[in-house]
């Protein structure tokens, strides 16, 4: 398998350093997975902790890429 022809990304507003509609950006990255017939090493519920501590860690307002 060649990660590398495959591409695909989700831009979260963050705003009052909450990101906003996490889950429905998750959902989207999910079906665009699945459709690439790539399997996620990664929890929802991970991904979510991830999110929260890079925006706590950065005090991050704006688009997380």
Same mark, same amino acid.
């Given at each position: 398998?060649? $990660?590398?022809?495959?591409?695909? $990304?989700?831009?979260?507003? +963050?705003?009052?350093?909450?990101? #906003? $509609?996490?889950?429905?950006?998750?959902?989207?990255?999910?079906?665009?997975?699945?459709? &690439?017939?790539?399997?996620? &090493?990664?929890?929802?519920?991970?991904?979510?902790? $991830? +999110?929260?501590?890079? #925006?706590?860690?950065? &005090?991050?307002?704006?688009?997380?890429?």
């Amino acid at each position: 398998f060649n $990660f590398n022809l495959y591409k695909l $990304f989700e831009t979260i507003k +963050v705003k009052n350093n909450k990101p #906003i $509609f996490l889950q429905s950006h998750l959902d989207r990255l999910r079906n665009g997975l699945n459709k &690439l017939g790539i399997i996620s &090493l990664y929890s929802d519920k991970k991904i979510k902790e $991830f +999110v929260k501590k890079l #925006i706590n860690k950065n &005090l991050f307002d704006g688009a997380l890429k």
